[in-house]
């Protein structure tokens, strides 16, 4: 029991202390800066839609003003398998530059795949429906491709604030923002983790098809520019804007729904885990893709052995206490999420730091069952809402 105890305690200061200060430490000690220069290469702009037509007009409107040279643009809408008024929305556009791919309904992989078939453009740039850029965003992703040792970018996500969300909205915003000082961080170890599916581009030749359609999209695709032996860096003043979803109901859904295609899209990768041949970015993998997913089974270790130890001494006596002390917040910040008194920093972060990794244990559960998500079903909220 100490020896799990302790072992338990090591890895979760690891997990959210020592790894940071180690980005910290190999990021300063490689100060890998990317050498960025005002390009503009062609850019093909891929949006992935099912059932967005309370999206995509905005979206598109959004698009066509980027300040990108028009006749370096393309944009590309791969409908899979709508059968709302998307299509029709997108068709109804007269800018040449706006192309309709009117999809089968098979997944968010295969439309992406066949839409990458009819991009013209140099660099691949990947964004949800619901997600509105900065004017200068494209500009702020390409310029970084003057490095020739750059493959992907990953842009800067934003969550808007929403009137009627709950307190979950604040815990993901929180995440977010930590988030994004970590990429900034493993930026200058050599390459981020991944991108996030609202902002990322790749160079079209690092493009191979993703075959399998259970897996997340952008880690998937990302970190194919990794495996080829390129830089993944961020990109802070890409900036594009979405909204959180209002509800932790639907939040969670959402979380299942992606570390259950997340942990299939590490096995996809997995050759990447091996730092005799990717360095220290198979640590960085590791510890934010495994062990991270595994702080849940971590916990209840923890849990199980602090209360079996604490007639042992103080130490374990403090912990337990201090455990059903967290959770008992957590609990009351799910009760209150819809409150004013649960926007209190001392609710939402222990109740969603308990969703996320609830989610995480349910996601695991689901993949040892073999469960698959192959068809998305997005849970959106609507731009600007």
Known sequence: MRLAFWMSIAALLYVYGGFAMLIIIVGRLRQRQVRKQEITPTVSLIIAAYNEEKNIAARLDNAIKLD?????????????????????????????????????????????????????GEILVFSDANSMYDAQALRMLSRNFADAQV???????????????????????LYWSYDKWLKEMESLTGSIIS??????AIRRDLYRPITDSAVTDDFAISTLVIEQGYRLVFESEARAYEPPLPAAEREFRRKVRLMTRGIRSILLRRSLLNPFRYGFYSVELFTHKVL?????????????????LQSRGMIY???????ILFYSLACCGYLLREQKLGRLKFLYIPFFYCLANFAALVAMIKVLQGHQIERWQPQRTVSGA
């Open 68 to 120: 990108y040279p028009a006749e370096a643009l393309q944009i590309i809408v791969a409908s899979d398998g709508s059968d709302d008024a998307t299509n029709a929305i997108v068709a109804s556009y007269s800018d040449s530059r706006v192309h309709l791919l009117e999809l089968p309904r098979r997944g968010k992989i295969p439309a992406l795949n066949d839409a990458v078939k009819h991009a013209t």
């Open 151 to 173: 493959g992907g970018v990953a842009g800067n996500t934003i969550y808007t604030k929403l009137s009627k969300s709950d307190s979950s909205s604040q815990g993901e915003d």
């Open 195 to 200: 991108a996030h599916g609202a902002i990322y």
């Open 292 to 308: 991270r997913r595994l702080v849940p089974c971590i916990l209840l270790v923890l849990l199980v052995s602090s209360v079996a």
């Open 317 to 323: 006596a403090a912990v337990a206490a201090g455990q």
